[in-house]
C-alpha cells in the first residue's frame, strides 16, 4: 500500500478493509465464543455454570490492561511493530486455549487473548489518524466502523458452525487462523506510518501528565463515567445472554440467528445517529438514548417479574439505544474543547500518549475538529 497524504480524499478499499479486519479480532473473539459457553462449562466440569461466563469477562480484563500498555508502545515502536507484536502475543493466547484442559488455564489464554488484542485495536485507529485527517478521516471511520459493526451478527454463526463439525477447541483453531491471516495481510501490505523522528521513548511521567489532563476536566469525567456504566451493562448482556435465550426462550442452536439479529441493531444506529445528530445535537440525543435505554431496561426487569418470558423486541431496543448513546457521548461538547472524542483523542495523542478510555467511536464530517 503507498502512504496517502492527509489531502487524499480516500485511501483504497484495500486499506479500509484490511482496517475493519484488524479491529475485528478481539470482536470476533468474544462473540464467536458464545454459543460455546454451555458446551466449554459442561467439558470443565463446572459445578457452577455461571462461570463459564467468566471466559467472556477476562478477555475484557486483559484488554482494559492492554490499552494502558498499547497506546504508549505505538508512540515508541511504531503502529507496525506494535502490530506484530500484538499478532504474536495473541496467538499464543489462541493456543493456550485451544489446548486448556480447566477453566483456570482457558482464563489465563483468553486474558492474553484481550491484552494482546488491545493492540491492534489501538494500532488501527493511530495508522488511520496518521494517513488522514478531517473529512477523509471521518469517512474512513465511517466505513471500517460499517463493516467492523458486520463481525456481531456473524460470529456467534461462525461459532455454531465449528460446534456442528466437532468441538469448541475448533473455534479457538478459527480464531488461530484468522489471526494469522490478518497479521500475514498486515505484515505483506501494510507500512508503517510513524516514522522516527515522531517516535517518543515509553516514559511513566508522559502517560501521568496526559491522563492528569483528561481527568481534570469535569464534564469528560462525567461522560466516562456514564459510557462506563452502560458499557458495563453491555458485558453483563454478552455474559448472559447465552443463558437467557437457551434457558427462557429455548432457542436451542438458534441462538446465533437470534444475536445477530440483535445485533443488528447496532448498525441501524450506526446509519441513524449521522442524521440525528445533526438535527438535534449529540447532547440531546444522548440523554434521550440514555432515558430510553434505562427506560427499556427497566421494562424488561418488570417483564421477568411478571411475565417471566420478556419480548424480544425490548432487548432489540436496548441495544439500539446503547449504540445511540455511545456515538452521542463521543460527539458531545466538552466546555472549550470541541468534542469529548476529540478532546480525549487529541489531548493525549499532543502529549504523545494514550490513556484506557475504551469507546467504540467514530467521526462524521459535519462534526470533526479532530
Known sequence: MNQASPADPLPSKEFIVLMAAIMSVVALSIDAML??????????????????????????????VGQLVCGPLSDALGRKRLLMISFVVYL??????????????????????????AGPYISTISIIRDRCSGYAMA????????IFIMVPVIAPTLGQFMLLLGSWRLIFALLFCYGLAIMLWSFLRLEETLPPTRRVPFSAANIKRGAFTVLT?????????????????????LNSCLQIFQGIYAVGDAFALYFGA???????????????????GPRSICITALVCFSTSSALLLCAQFFYCRPYLALYALRRHYFRLFWFAVWQSECPGHGTYGAYCGNRLRADRRYLFIDFHFDWYPDRTTV
Open 217 to 237: 476536566n469535569r464534564t469528560t469525567v462525567s461522560y466516562m463515567i456514564c459510557a462506563g456504566l452502560v458499557f458495563g451493562a453491555l458485558i453483563g448482556y
Open 35 to 64: 454459543p460455546a459457553l454451555v458446551v466449554i462449562g459442561e467439558d470443565f466440569g463446572l459445578s457452577n455454570p455461571n462461570h463459564a461466563q467468566f471466559i467472556i469477562s477476562a478477555i475484557f480484563g486483559g484488554q482494559a
Open 92 to 117: 499464543i493466547g489462541s493456543v493456550i486455549c485451544l489446548a486448556a484442559n480447566n477453566l483456570e488455564q482457558m482464563l489465563v489464554g483468553r486474558f492474553i487473548q484481550g491484552f494482546a488484542g
Open 262 to 280: 440483535l445485533a443488528f441493531t447496532l448498525g441501524l444506529a450506526s446509519l441513524s445517529n449521522s442524521r440525528l445528530v445533526r438535527r438535534f
Open 139 to 146: 469517512r474512513i471511520m465511517s466505513l471500517v466502523m460499517m
